[in-house]
């Protein structure tokens, strides 16, 4: 998207230990004297930038509370402790993402917060394009990105309660590398893919059974 808009992108990482001072910017002691440094936040304002903050459900309701009044019609951050308003640009984004359906129930996004935003549902890409983001990113054929793409979609479909997570295209693109660096194409699926998404047995056993018979 930055790339797109020729836009710059700040990107935070969301945790539970970030603290609206870590958005927005503290005083910190310079040799002798305090000085003011923006957070990340207030800098992407300054500059009209994109502000990209990553796996917001993992950061504290009382945190993401901050952003509220640049995601409604205020467009607008209030330092308190500058007494300073800015008022967004024109040019200045705010974009959140989140991974629905396995996150704890107590991790999800403020009503308060989602009412200000407009939703895009990101999915897996159509496996056309997949192969072309394993031949890109990885440096293989056409086949082998087959190959992988066709694992991905086969484990998309597996439903079981030790699996949270399936294979996504990072992991296809993981897996293609560790093949291009040379590992077998079946050794670099069982290390990238069947092993890392799980430690249930079962489930494991499961996802080696579908490695075995689409890249053996």
């Known amino acids: 998207m930055a790339q797109e808009l020729q836009r710059p992108l700040i990107t935070v990482a969301c945790h539970e230990d970030l603290t609206a001072g870590d958005l927005v910017g503290r005083f910190l002691l310079h040799s002798s004297e305090t000085k003011w440094q923006d957070g990340p936040l207030t800098r992407a304002v300054r500059e009209g930038a994109i502000c ?6 993992e950061a504290r309701a009382d945190t993401t509370v901050v952003i509220h009044p640049l995601a409604d019609h205020r467009r607008e951050l209030n330092i308190e402790r500058l007494g300073e308003r800015l ?12 991974n629905p359906g396995y996150q704890s129930v107590l991790k ?34 056409a086949e082998i990105a087959d190959r992988l793409v066709r694992l991905g979609q086969a484990i998309r ?15 296809l693109v993981s897996t293609a590398k560790l093949f291009k660096a040379g590992l077998s194409l079946q050794e670099a699926s069982e290390a990238s893919i069947a092993r890392a998404l799980t430690d249930d047995p079962i489930a494991t056993r499961q996802l080696l059974e579908i490695v075995q018979a689409y890249v053996a």
């Open 52 to 57: 990209y903050l990553d796996e917001i459900v």
């Open 87 to 98: 008022l967004a640009p024109a040019g200045f984004m705010l974009v959140l993402s989140y």
């Open 108 to 141: 999800d996004l403020k009503p308060s917060t989602r009412q200000r935003m407009v939703a895009i549902e990101l999915s897996y890409p159509t496996p056309e394009i997949e192969v072309r983001i394993l031949q890109n990113e990885a440096g293989i054929d």
């Open 157 to 171: 479909k597996l439903v079981h309660e030790g699996l949270p997570e399936v294979a996504s295209t990072r992991a």
